[in-house]
């Protein structure tokens, strides 16, 4: 009789706890977003930015030169101007960036921002705070290099700087 009271007891004991555990997961998946895993911050950080395609706007001619830049230039901005509609906008220094911020301001910038075009924030919006703390770790890491971007020229100013243009071409054509 003592002995299956224990065993009532463990078996409620198991079921509570599992009740417990399945409310805990459920809330850790509805608040949490995708993450990716390495053996290191800095790892998860630096692939998130190759893949992420950071490179390509924020580092002087990675996409040119597909790929082909020296890790220790990589995130140092770009004077290339991007130009459009919005006027041009230039790919900032990301490891000065990084210098004037900490880790919670900008996994809020990360998360929040809306600024000019071609920065693609609606994308970058969506990161989860994990994806962004290791890319604010890996660009901490590179150290700063490198000068603080021009200024953005508003619309209908040529800039002084060499300029990529973004305005579509040929749109009437039937496609
Ligand atoms: C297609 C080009 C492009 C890509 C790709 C891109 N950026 Fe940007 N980014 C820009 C431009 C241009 C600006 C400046 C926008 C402005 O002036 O409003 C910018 C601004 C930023 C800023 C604000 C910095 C400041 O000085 O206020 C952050 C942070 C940033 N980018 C992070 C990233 C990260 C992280 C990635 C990769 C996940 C990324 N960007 C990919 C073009 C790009």
């Known amino acids: ?50 893949i992420g395609g950071c490179n390509d706007c924020h580092t002087e001619e990675y996409a040119m030169k597909e790929g082909n830049v020296p890790e220790d230039e990589w995130l140092t901005g770009s004077v290339i101007g991007n130009q459009g509609p919005w006027g041009t906008t230039y790919a900032s220094n990301l490891r000065l960036f990084v210098q004037d911020i900490n880790e919670d301001d900008w996994v809020e910038t990360i998360q929040t921002r809306k600024s000019m075009p071609p920065m693609p924030w609606m994308n970058v919006n969506n990161m989860s705070d994990v994806d962004a703390r290791a890319i604010y770790k890996y660009l901490k890491s590179l150290g700063p290099k490198g000068e603080k971007m021009p200024r953005n020229v508003p619309p209908g100013k040529v800039p002084k700087t060499p300029y990529i243009s973004y305005v579509p071409l040929n749109m009437d054509v039937e496609h």
Do not use: D, F, H, P
């Open 1 to 50: 009789m003592k002995n299956s009271k224990k065993i009532n007891l463990i078996y409620i004991t198991i079921l509570l706890s599992s009740i417990l555990l399945l409310v805990k997961c459920q809330t850790k998946s509805s608040n949490s977003r995708a993450y990716i895993e390495a053996n290191t911050q800095l790892e998860a950080g630096r692939y998130l930015v190759i």
